[in-house]
């Protein structure tokens, strides 16, 4: 996409921004406390930065108003809560999902366990500058880009899905809560957590989706206004979005390494894998057994 002029300043723009965020918050304290979490603070603000230089560098039309405002509720929302939980002390050690990222290591090692925590931050750092930032290259490349039908669905469907995701972390925070009075440790399975094991990933992985939603018409104006090479590329990343998202929220920093160490300390967990969906929201299982696993 840089082979096209009116992409080519915000992505160097991006570039340099998004370095900064990740260098700042997330690579520095990480490389003197060898801890990982402080990439949670890094990333959502990251994004945050894509709303702003959404709003900075394009026409301000309608689509790129809303594209922007996607950037910065999603970034905002999850930004704050790290901070938060920074504030609290919860980044004095490492989250259990980080952890679990030193055995991949193990199998694949730069030789210094800096190096690979280090090399590990700045993959979500160019997933900033690269695929997250497609949504936001389109509107801004894209000059008067209006609100149509198709991309009024995919604001709602981001709507929707923000809502119930925060929901489902709502209700996390409730039983966690409830769990810690009475001194007790299980599984969280009240209300969307019935249905899925990871809601909250799940209809975060639905905001993307639906950034694609919004994304669609302006995406069909660059093959008229990029150059053949330049819409190919927004075309492959805008779609390799859902798949990339899928992947880390499934795999790579989501429900895969979070279950590792839950189905080892909190009781009847392995039941509950067995009964409820891993990832897609559906019904339960009741005759499944506990040595079963539903993805």
């Known amino acids: 996409m840089l082979t096209e002029s009116a992409l080519r300043d915000f992505l160097l723009v991006n570039l340099g921004v998004q370095f900064v965020v990740f260098v700042g918050a ?3 304290p990480g490389w003197r406390t060898l801890r990982m979490s402080y990439v949670d603070i890094a990333w959502p603000w990251g994004l945050v930065a894509l709303g702003v230089l959404t709003l900075a ?3 301000r039309s309608p689509l790129a108003i ?3 405002v996607v950037f910065l509720v999603m970034g905002g929302r999850m930004g704050i809560a790290a901070l938060a939980l920074w504030r609290h002390g919860e980044l004095d050690h490492e989250l259990p999902r980080y952890r679990f990222q030193r055995k991949r290591w193990a199998k694949a090692t730069l030789g210094s366990e800096r190096l690979d925590l280090v090399a590990e931050i700045l993959v979500q ?3 900033n500058v690269t695929v997250m930032a497609v949504p936001a290259a389109l509107v801004i490349g894209i000059d ?7 991309a009024a669905a995919g604001m709602v469907l981001w ?3 923000w809502v119930l995701e925060s929901v489902a972390d709502l209700q996390k925070l409730r039983f966690v809560r409830s769990m810690s009075t009475t001194n007790s440790r299980g599984h969280c399975d009240v209300g969307l957590w019935n249905y899925s094991r990871h809601p909250n990933y799940f209809f975060q992985w639905m905001q993307w989706n639906a950034i694609i939603v919004l994304c669609l018409p302006v995406l069909r104006r660059a093959f008229d206004e990029f150059t053949p090479v330049a819409a190919i590329g927004a075309c492959l990343g805008l779609f390799a979005l859902s798949a990339i998202m899928y992947w880390c929220l499934v795999f790579y920093t989501g429900a895969v390494p979070a279950e590792y160490y839950s189905a080892q300390k909190r009781p ?4 509950y894998q067995a009964r409820t969906n891993r990832f897609m929201p559906g019904f339960r299982r009741e005759n499944a057994s506990a040595g079963d696993t539903v993805g």
Request: contains cysteine; proline residues 0%; hydrophobic residues 55%.
């Open 57 to 59: 560098m394009s026409d």
């Open 268 to 271: 009847g967990y392995r039941d």
């Open 125 to 127: 750092a160019v997933s």
């Open 159 to 161: 709507a929707v899905s």
């Open 26 to 28: 997330a690579c520095i």
């Open 66 to 68: 809303a594209v922007a």
């Open 144 to 150: 008067g880009a209006g609100m149509s039908a198709v």
